[in-house]
């Protein structure tokens, strides 16, 4: 005898909080010679807590640095602190991905979604091309500079 047993469903946020937008991962200008990518959560109303889990993911959906946000009794919460320095020009790619949680009446509320990859060769270095600056690709965690 088999049988399946059918996927819980996700309890929909009561403010409709929703993950807006998770970023290419992109050139930072905000730390020069790194990759960085930006994510922002946003409900209908305030809440009374929210997170945001940012993960950059390289190559093989291998996570190089995690940050979380938190926030009290606000609508929205953005996250732009999470980047990797990095000291080589060889090819790689990149991805975001966010996590969100807003605590509603005591209860946790989870978004999840997944940024686009974006890969770039050491001849198109959009380091160098946006900023005039060496490449902004990695090659592994045992090769980057974090801050």
């Known amino acids: 005898m088999s049988f399946t047993v059918p996927a819980a469903e996700p309890d929909v946020s009561p403010a409709n909080c929703k993950i807006k937008f998770i970023s290419w991962p992109h050139p930072s200008t905000s730390v020069p010679g790194a990759v960085k990518v930006n994510a922002r959560s946003q409900c209908d109303r305030e809440v009374s ?38 000291k080589n020009k060889d090819m790689r790619t990149f991805q975001g991905a966010a996590m969100g949680t807003s605590w509603e009446g005591g209860k946790p509320y989870v ?33 980057l500079a974090r801050r």
Not at 61 to 84: A, C, I, M, P, Q
Not at 133 to 141: E, M, N
């Open 49 to 86: 807590e929210m997170t945001l889990s940012v993960s950059l993911m390289g190559g093989s959906v291998r996570t190089l640095r995690e940050t979380v946000t938190k926030t009290s009794g606000k609508s929205f919460v953005e996250n732009e602190d999470t980047w990797v320095m990095c």
């Open 111 to 143: 978004q999840f979604k997944f940024g686009a990859k974006k890969q770039w060769p050491a001849a198109t270095d959009p380091g160098r091309a946006a900023h005039g600056r060496s490449a902004t690709a990695c090659l592994g965690r045992s090769r």
